[in-house]
């Protein structure tokens, strides 16, 4: 491996971290890279950065959008590839028009009055605490890191045709309506579970055996969201990473329970990814140093048996039903050399 180009702004970035990398789909020589704070005051205080970086001028960045907190995820619209949509450290999303040159953003859910909000400032007369203020920012938005963004393409019959979908650390997995405003809906309210593979049961570490309260406890049972996958065929179907080691499928449809959860990971899951060519198999990567592919089918023992080469062109529903086994436990773990965090 060769290195080629070192990308660097110490005057713009200053002390702060890289935290997520994403390539434009269209202008594929167009790298993008967030940056934000590590320290543990970056939920209320400090800003963030989002660079454009060019192959053909690696000395200097494009282009510079700054933010109010610092920056956790990312993600270009595949449909609008014009529209970038930015997660933060305070629970935060925003979206930013690359075509315009403002350095604000066309849509921020921390300047949105939240779903309760405008009509408590109507009934004031237009006046509102600063209490009430911040409580309404945080009712329309997330209460903790936005770990992951996902553009969820709905199909040429729906309007808007893209939707985009973030999860964070406060447990919840939000889409957001982009007709007015940054209008939000719980898709998925992560509940904990027990992972035999866990060192420890998370149920069981909690603040409640520490003779805390029963709301404490109840907030404690909250699972911190890593990651969200779509499935491509069926955007009503997704899976979700948690820090208990697990994934959950779910369905846009029910946002109370999981449809199946799969076990296999020892430690936090960092990212998880469908295949785009063939629906059911997706893989998942974890802080347990490990990348497990799994299948939402069961698979012919024969195939789990190999070396991990094996991939179905078509699935045969006889045959598999025939000779197949559960679909919640990984096909084939990969061991690594270092701590895992992107497939």
């Known amino acids: 491996m060769k290195h080629l180009f070192c990308f660097e702004a110490p005057q713009l970035t200053g002390g702060l971290s890289t935290t997520n990398l994403k390539w434009h789909q269209v202008n594929q020589d167009l790298l993008c890279a967030s940056y934000g704070d590590s320290d543990a005051a970056w939920r209320t205080s400090g800003s963030g950065l989002v660079l454009f970086w060019s192959l053909k001028n690696p000395s200097h960045p494009e282009r510079a959008l700054e933010t109010n907190a610092g920056v956790s995820s990312l993600a270009f619209s595949d449909i609008y590839p014009n529209l970038i949509a930015v997660g933060l450290q305070n629970g935060g999303v925003a979206i930013w028009d690359l075509r315009q040159r403002s350095a604000s953003p066309i849509l921020d859910s921390s300047a949105q009055s939240g779903p309760t909000g405008g009509a408590q400032q109507r009934a004031s007369?237009?006046?509102?605490?600063?209490?009430?203020?911040?409580?309404?920012?945080?009712?329309?938005?997330?209460?903790?890191?936005?770990?992951?963004?996902?553009?969820?393409?709905?199909?040429?019959?729906?309007?808007?045709?893209?939707?985009?979908?973030?999860?964070?650390?406060?447990?919840?997995?939000?889409?957001?309506?982009?007709?007015?405003?940054?209008?939000?809906?719980?898709?998925?309210?992560?509940?904990?579970?027990?992972?035999?593979?866990?060192?420890?049961?998370?149920?069981?570490?909690?603040?409640?055996?520490?003779?805390?309260?029963?709301?404490?406890?109840?907030?404690?049972?909250?699972?911190?969201?890593?990651?969200?996958?779509?499935?491509?065929?069926?955007?009503?179907?997704?899976?979700?990473?948690?820090?208990?080691?697990?994934?959950?499928?779910?369905?846009?449809?029910?946002?109370?329970?999981?449809?199946?959860?799969?076990?296999?990971?020892?430690?936090?899951?960092?990212?998880?990814?469908?295949?785009?060519?063939?629906?059911?198999?997706?893989?998942?990567?974890?802080?347990?140093?490990?990348?497990?592919?799994?299948?939402?089918?069961?698979?012919?023992?024969?195939?789990?048996r190999g070396s991990g080469s094996y991939m179905p062109k078509r699935a045969d529903s006889t045959a598999l039903g025939r000779i197949g086994v559960a679909t919640n436990t990984p096909l084939q773990s990969y061991q690594s050399t270092d701590l895992c965090d992107s497939v």
């Open 125 to 304: 007369g237009g006046q509102q605490s600063q209490g009430g203020s911040a409580a309404s920012t945080l009712a329309s938005r997330h209460t903790d890191v936005v770990w992951d963004l996902q553009w969820v393409d709905r199909g040429p019959d729906k309007f808007p045709r893209e939707s985009l979908v973030s999860i964070g650390a406060d447990g919840k997995v939000l889409q957001w309506d982009m007709r007015k405003g940054l209008d939000r809906a719980v898709l998925m309210s992560l509940k904990r579970s027990p992972n035999p593979d866990l060192a420890t049961n998370v149920l069981n570490t909690g603040p409640q055996d520490r003779g805390a309260t029963s709301q404490d406890s109840q907030a404690f049972r909250q699972s911190c969201g890593f990651c969200v996958s779509f499935l491509k065929k069926d955007p009503s179907m997704y899976l979700v990473g948690t820090e208990d080691g697990l994934v959950h499928r779910c369905s846009t449809s029910y946002n109370e329970q999981y449809l199946e959860t799969y076990y296999g990971h020892a430690a936090a899951v960092y990212k998880v990814r469908c295949n785009p060519f063939w629906a059911p198999a997706f893989l998942t990567c974890s802080a347990d140093w490990t990348i497990k592919l799994w299948s939402t089918k069961p698979i012919p023992i024969e195939a789990r």
